[in-house]
């Protein structure tokens, strides 16, 4: 059995031990186990410790029986003694996120019965699957009595109880336990049954940040970020808020009222501009009334702005019209109308020829080609 020294000194980030055995993995690397390591195994949600052992790099960390099994990218020799070294970056930041989850999962239980049914430490945030519903007021409150508890700066008591101090101990679990159930307990906050590393005092936390709420099976999924996870976070979001006050001139507080302005002059302007290209669309098939048939090139275009185009010439003109819009590069969008025409036999033959698709009623269709203006001038003519 490996000795747990992540148990006896959840601080120690450097260790010496004997390397009991080696063996290839399955596909590439190695499992070697120890006499004892600081190394945490994956398990009871949080993932396991990397570092190195020996000089050589601790991939992950997992539980196997009673032995701890380090994943390394190379061998070690049997019966050497290691020194082993902590990713201390990586562990302190599960340590701190892994706390905070209890905090908050101890409130959210105490306010609401509640409880905890699924928790996921991934690389970038933290779920915590609730069998409750909880509103985004609920969220703020929770996340405010959370940090209160960080500030007091409790200290965690974790223990073994007996089996007759267990009967009696109200704490959170997510299975029955029978034997030996470690309790890990923030005062005022918390008692939970649990097998990962914990921060001494809730002041080490830093921070703990609800960032969402969304309904989630017949609860509901909160996301959320500790420590220096969370810290990061609100920096990416300083960063992002800092960029778009810098484009729109706003002070940072003001970003969503400029964004809200933008919004409602580019409405404006969309639709004034709407206004603009229907008068000039009308200008246009005044001009072609009664021309018979009529094959228009135009700058590139919306979809939308080269049917109205096409609706508008073709109820004057009296014939076939034909609207391409586009240029050489990227092609040509088309629209082509004829009162009570039929240009099913037409069109079929010119997207063969000018390597296009589309298609529509039999008076009207829209499409576009991949095709040169003089091949497309070359087939209408034709
Ligand atoms: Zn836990």
Not at 159 to 165: G, K, L, M
Request: proline share 3%.
């Amino acid at each position: 059995m490996t000795e747990r020294i992540f148990y006896t000194d959840v601080y120690c980030q450097r260790f010496e031990a004997t390397v009991l055995a080696c063996q290839p993995q399955k596909k590439k690397g190695y499992e070697v186990v120890l006499d004892g390591t600081a190394f945490y195994p994956e398990g009871g949600g949080q993932p396991g410790d990397w570092g190195t052992l020996g000089g050589v790099a601790v991939t992950d960390t997992r539980e196997r029986g009673d032995e701890i099994v380090h994943l390394t990218d190379k061998p070690l020799e049997v019966g050497a003694t290691v020194t082993g070294q902590l990713d201390w970056v990586h562990r302190f930041s599960l340590m701190q996120n892994h706390s905070g989850e209890h905090i908050v999962s101890g409130i959210i239980h105490r306010k609401t019965g509640g409880n905890n049914v699924g928790f996921h430490m991934g690389s970038d945030t933290i779920t915590v699957d609730l069998d409750v519903e909880l509103t985004a007021q609920e969220l703020a409150e929770i996340e405010a009595e959370a940090n209160a508890q960080v500030w007091a700066n409790g200290v965690t008591h974790i223990f073994y109880p007996t089996a007759e101090e267990q009967k009696t101990l109200d704490y959170r679990s997510k299975k029955e336990l029978t034997g030996d159930v470690r309790i890990v307990t923030f005062p005022g906050a918390d008692t939970c049954a649990c097998c990962g590393t914990h921060v001494a005092r809730t002041g080490e936390i830093g921070l703990i940040k609800l960032l969402s709420v969304q309904k989630f099976r017949e609860g509901c999924r909160i996301e959320m970020l500790c420590g220096d996870r969370a810290l990061a976070y609100v920096n990416r979001i300083l960063e992002q808020n800092h960029q778009i006050s810098v484009a729109l001139s706003a002070k940072p507080m003001k970003t969503a009222v400029s964004v809200e302005r933008l919004k409602a002059e580019n409405a404006q302007m969309s639709y004034r501009l709407n206004e603009m290209e229907q008068a000039a669309f009308q200008q246009k098939a005044d001009a072609l009334a009664g021309a018979g048939e009529v094959l228009l090139f135009e700058p590139p275009m919306a979809p939308d702005s080269v049917r109205k185009l096409a609706v508008a010439v073709m109820e004057v003109c009296g014939g076939r019209f034909g609207v391409f819009a586009g240029d050489e590069e990227s092609g040509y969008k088309y629209a082509i109308g004829q009162q009570d025409g039929d240009l099913g036999a037409f069109v079929k033959v010119m997207n063969q020829q000018l390597h296009g698709l589309g298609g529509g009623k039999p008076f009207f269709v829209q499409g576009s080609v991949a095709a040169k203006k003089t091949e497309i001038e070359a087939f209408w003519q034709g």
